[in-house]
């Protein structure tokens, strides 16, 4: 099969389509024909050296993938053959076919095309698990949202208009994606380049601050996010872009009794995402098929024009998510 490998870590440019062995499901597995899959942050990550995949794993990039499935292993009886589903993996997702466990693949509902299926699994579900599963974000509080017009960004949005419709939501991008994000459903959008955004959420909060946060930058922020957070507010750290290290006021985190957890989905046992992807499949799921959420989709890339998707990532200048197709 045709699948995209690695001369070496480093740029775009060490991405190649490569001819390598069809793999064969073990027990609990089944094999998909990927039709799409889509291209994340941690990608670019792993490509670069810096995020190897869990043991076990596939060394091939790519997190998700939606297509049909083409042959089951032993104890994998969920799904037939030829069955639209979308899964979770650990890797292997920029393929003509891909692994995946049974107990992280969802059925693709009737409405929702292969492309918006690709959006799905790793955006959606790490919102979902951090603003409610981890950070219990309920009705009538607010969150801040990093990051306006990323996948996860946007997906963070859509689920708290879905699901918690009394939230405040406080979003900050950049200038270009600032109408855009109010469009999605943004009560409040903040310039992260020209505005301060702790004095802004002051602001906005009457200086109670949020909830809520929702971030992916980490020490760059670790801060100005501090000082944004209400008393007993929950900080949910999902990236480290803007640095690891910083200094904190731990005395005032205390007095106000904060928290700072950092999440992060690839890592987690199976067992815990197979957990956490049944709760998102009875939740979230529906909302998919009955068109109350719709993934974005950016633009579109052969999967051997992966290198090219991932300059686009490093851009920045996507707003949603960017797909790698295997489809004529």
């Known amino acids: 099969m045709k699948a995209i ?8 440019e060490m991405m190649q389509l490569s001819e ?3 793999p064969s499901p073990d027990d609990g597995q ?28 596939s060394e091939i990039l790519g997190l998700e993938v939606a297509g049909v499935v083409e042959s089951n292993g032993n104890n994998a009886n969920r799904f037939k053959p030829g069955e639209r589903v979308v899964a979770l993996v650990g890797g292997g997702g920029y393929a003509e076919f891909a692994l995946a466990r049974e107990d992280h693949t969802m059925s693709i509902p009737d409405s929702v095309s292969f492309e918006q299926a690709a959006c799905i699994c790793e955006t959606y579900i790490t919102a979902f698990l951090n603003l409610f599963m981890i950070g219990e974000l309920q009705g009538k509080q607010s969150v801040l949202i990093h990051g306006g017009g990323g996948g996860v960004a946007t997906a963070a949005i859509q689920l708290c208009k879905a699901l918690t419709p009394e939230t405040e939501i406080i979003v900050t991008a950049s200038s270009a994606k600032l ?39 980490g020490a760059k922020y670790l801060q100005p996010n501090m000082k944004s957070l209400a008393l007993a507010g929950t900080l949910m750290l999902i990236g480290v872009m803007g640095g690891i290290k910083a200094e904190l006021n731990l005395a005032t985190m205390m007095v106000k009794r904060q928290r700072i957890i950092g999440s992060v989905l690839r890592s987690r046992p199976v067992a815990e995402k197979a957990s956490i992807i049944q709760q998102f499949e009875s939740t979230v799921m529906p909302l998919f098929a009955a068109a109350k959420i719709e993934p974005l989709v950016d633009a579109r890339f052969a999967l051997k024009d992966a290198a090219e998707a991932h300059r686009l990532m ?10 790698l197709s295997n489809q004529e």
């Open 20 to 22: 390598v062995d069809k």
């Open 5 to 12: 490998t690695l001369r070496e870590f480093g740029g775009p």
């Open 179 to 217: 109408e855009r994000v109010a469009q999605q459903g943004a009560d409040h959008v903040i310039d992260y380049r020209e505005q301060d955004f702790a004095e802004e959420i002051k602001s906005l909060t009457n200086g109670r601050g949020v909830d809520v946060i929702l971030d992916h930058i």
């Open 314 to 323: 490093e851009q920045g200048g996507h707003f949603g998510k960017i797909i």
């Open 30 to 57: 089944i094999l998909i024909k990927v039709m799409n899959s889509s291209v994340n942050r941690p990608d670019v990550i792993q490509r670069e050296g810096n995020y190897p995949p869990p043991p076990g794993d």
